[in-house]
């Protein structure tokens, strides 16, 4: 019998089903009042949702390109990387 190996920090891995969604919302700001609160209490005893999270909100706020910390010059390569993707997206 095979043995699943327990690991303590055990963060990796899909978020729950049923929260996906919401934790997406949250992330972008289109979930708010009580169901974010929801999100947020769930994340708080959920490492696997939590995880999901602060990785959504990772790649959201490269996504913006908070210009305030960004040089410009990066900022800007950024903004033509983003448009690259963006034309090569509408080819298809
Ligand atoms: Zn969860």
Redesign the pocket.
């Known amino acids: 019998m095979k043995q699943s190996i327990m690991k303590k920090d055990n963060s990796e891995g899909p978020?729950?089903k049923h929260?996906e969604h919401l934790l997406q919302g949250v992330a972008d700001g289109s979930v708010k009042g009580l169901r974010k609160w929801f999100v947020l209490f769930?994340?708080t005893h959920?490492?696997?949702?939590?995880n999901?999270l602060k990785r959504l909100q990772t790649m959201l706020s490269v996504m913006h390109d908070k210009k305030d910390n960004l040089p410009p010059d990066e900022a800007l390569a950024r903004l033509k990387l983003k448009i690259r993707n963006l034309e090569s997206e509408s080819k298809e």
């Open positions: 978020p729950c929260m769930h994340v959920c490492s696997h949702c939590g999901f």
